[in-house]
RNA sequence: GGCCAGUUGGUGAAGUGGCUUAACACACUGCCCUUUCACGGCAGCAUUCACGGAUUCGAAUUCCGUACUGGUCACCA
């Protein structure tokens, strides 16, 4: 008996060889230096941030060089499977304009490469294994999960290292004859592969974040193929798929570092040349309760899934930006001064990419998208706003679409001017920055409206200003008059003259117009007061101060 | 516990032996501008790079040790 028949018993109706698929699978044809990155993600159907980003890095670093980047479905853990999940991922991509070049779902398929759904690649990964068993580095084990369990208790209590390795690995030590019987047996086993390396050895890698790293080499013989579906482990599957896609570079989170020495054994054992490794730093938050940081949680924070960018409307460009300078911190200096060119274009450098755990800043997003947005032309805001409410705000997005003139103009207030208004963080903070323009929302509470307002105005001085408020064309003859109003009135025209002898009046004009704003949109901030009152006009003016009156009481 | 990594201000970080009296951005504070808020402008905000020791004429940057933090140790990726 030898390995040849155990690997027949085993995968008797594999026939290809691994040179079939090298044929199948050439190396591509793309210039010198160009890479091949992939997207790797299990369809659970939730995006993570993390993820998020190595997907725009590894996109990056494809498109900056002319190479391809892929996105390939690891769909071996049947278990946590969603549907659609592909279909998914690729709409959230294209939101961030990303749009991988292979790929494959239902029935739609790019690219030479593939298939790129593992559960559709069975036979490779067997062609594969079984050469494995045949050179003898690969084995059934017939451990059941609570052999297993006990081994790890008793390294635990004898204070050894855990896992199947040495003189732990029972199922190595098995004759080929005792393997072929207990299969012929029918009992469940998966298939490990046979590791050749020396725990108290080191060998030095090169991750292109870290830079050069001491590992200890693998000792472990880890599964590769799992009992129940036949379907290779991670480890196993990224072996294959890495090398017959042709992968260059691998992006991928830091928590895979400790995996790289069972990766290079692996790699080995092929005699492959394994791709070059970028391992990013987790996205960390710091842990309300222990005050530590931690990785960002699925469970615990909302702004840990892609999803909730999309809900509060930010921008995604800002949300771009926000990744891309967690990336590389000099990214925002780059884009100011390359303001013509795409994300894609930027020079990103593992090198440069910081080696310790990143926050993501939500202060810091606000204020990238509110700079981006900013810069937006009033129907593009238009546009954005509307596309937002019609998912998240149904009626928001009526008295959108009823009045399009009237709110393009309001989103356009201190807009087209050298260094425009930041109101806007993100689309759905829109409406409550801009809900007094509307009627609809400004006479519907009195006590919301003015929720922020606690001094109480001067209600007669403002109906006064009422009767004689008349529209004018520029906000210089405006002011002029409101301020002449002041002087009938007692106020002084300017603060300064306010300021040099006080007693003399009841106030300045800035008062007034602060009055005027209270009353006119319930808070203490607002845009240019000018064009405000212009858009609501002298009887908008007059029910809002009825309005404010009334409720007083 | 073993292995690996990280530790620069309120925050994110630049920085790889002298050009650093530590860049930049966010936040914060003050002043100025202004009809208000915002925007903008100016100024302030780490005598110091977790701690201890070593190498060196010279260290945030190299080495050793300590502490702390994180990752990993699944038939999950």
């Not at 046979?194 to 790293?213: A, Q, Y």
């Not at 301020?483 to 009046?505: G, I, Q, R, V």
Request: proline fraction near 5%; include cysteine; hydrophobic fraction near 35%.
């Amino acid at each position: 008996m030898t390995n040849h028949d155990l690997a027949e018993l085993i995968f008797p109706n594999i026939t290809k060889t691994i040179a079939d698929y090298e044929e199948m699978y050439p190396k591509r044809d793309l210039a010198e230096g160009a890479k091949v990155t992939r997207y790797a993600p299990s369809p659970t159907g939730f995006m993570h941030i993390g993820n998020f980003l190595s997907a725009v890095i590894d996109y990056v670093l494809a498109k900056n060089s002319e190479g391809v980047f892929f996105l390939r479905n690891e769909d071996t853990d049947k278990a946590r499977e969603v549907e659609n999940a592909v279909e998914s991922i690729m709409k959230i991509l294209s939101d961030y304009d990303i749009y991988p070049d292979e790929y494959e779902y239902s029935n739609t398929i790019k690219g030479e490469y593939g298939p790129y759904i593992q559960s559709e690649r069975k036979e490779i990964y067997h062609t594969f294994i079984k050469h494995l068993i045949e050179i003898g580095r690969a084995y059934p084990c017939f451990c059941s999960k609570e052999t297993l369990e006990d081994i790890r208790k008793n390294q635990e209590l004898d204070k050894e290292r855990t896992g199947y390795y040495g003189d732990y690995a029972f199922c190595r030590q098995l004759t080929i004859e005792e393997q072929i019987q207990k299969i012929k047996a029918g009992i469940p086993y998966v298939i490990r592969f046979k590791s050749s390396g020396d725990f108290n050895k080191k060998f030095v890698f090169d991750d292109l974040v870290k830079g050069k790293i001491e590992l200890p080499e693998n000792d472990q013989d880890i599964p590769i193929m799992k009992s129940d579906n036949l379907l290779p482990t991670y480890h196993f599957a990224h072996l294959v798929d890495d090398y017959l896609m042709r992968t260059t570079h691998v992006v991928r989170g830091e928590e895979w570092l400790s995996s790289v020495p069972i990766h290079i054994d692996l790699f080995k054992a092929f005699g492959f040349k394994p791709p070059k490794y970028i391992h990013i730093p987790l996205i960390l938050k710091k842990d309300e309760e222990t005050g530590n940081a931690r990785k960002i949680s699925k469970r615990k924070d909302k702004e840990a899934s892609m999803k909730y960018y999309e809900e509060k409307g930010y921008p995604p460009l800002a949300v771009i930006e926000a990744i891309m300078t967690i990336a590389n911190s000099n990214y925002e200096e780059w884009h100011q001064n390359h303001l013509d060119l795409k994300f894609t274009d930027f020079p990103f450098s593992p090198k440069k990419m910081s080696s310790s755990g990143a926050y993501f800043d939500l202060e810091k997003l606000d204020n990238i998208s509110k700079n981006y947005i900013s810069t937006l032309k009033k129907e593009e805001v238009y546009d954005s706003v509307l596309s937002w409410a019609k998912k998240y705000d149904p009626s928001f997005h009526e008295l959108l679409l009823k009045e399009p003139l009237r709110s393009v103009y309001i989103f356009n207030i201190e807009r087209e001017q050298k260094k425009p208004r930041k109101d806007f963080v993100n689309w759905s903070s829109v409406k409550e920055q801009i809900a007094y323009l509307y009627d609809e929302y400004f006479f519907l509470d009195w006590e919301k409206t003015y929720q922020e307002l606690t001094e109480k105005e001067d209600v007669q001085l403002l109906k006064e200003y009422a009767k004689i408020y008349q529209e004018f064309e520029t906000e210089d003859e405006w002011f002029t008059q409101i301020k002449h109003f002041a002087e009938e009135n007692n106020y002084a025209p300017s603060p300064k003259m306010y300021k040099e002898d006080p007693t003399l009046y009841k106030g300045h004009v800035g008062m007034i117009c602060e009055s005027l704003r209270h009353v006119v949109t319930g808070r203490k901030e607002s845009p240019n007061l000018f064009q405000i009152l212009k858009i609501i006009g002298q009887k908008g003016l007059l029910q809002r101060i009825e309005f404010y009156e009334k409720g007083l009481k």
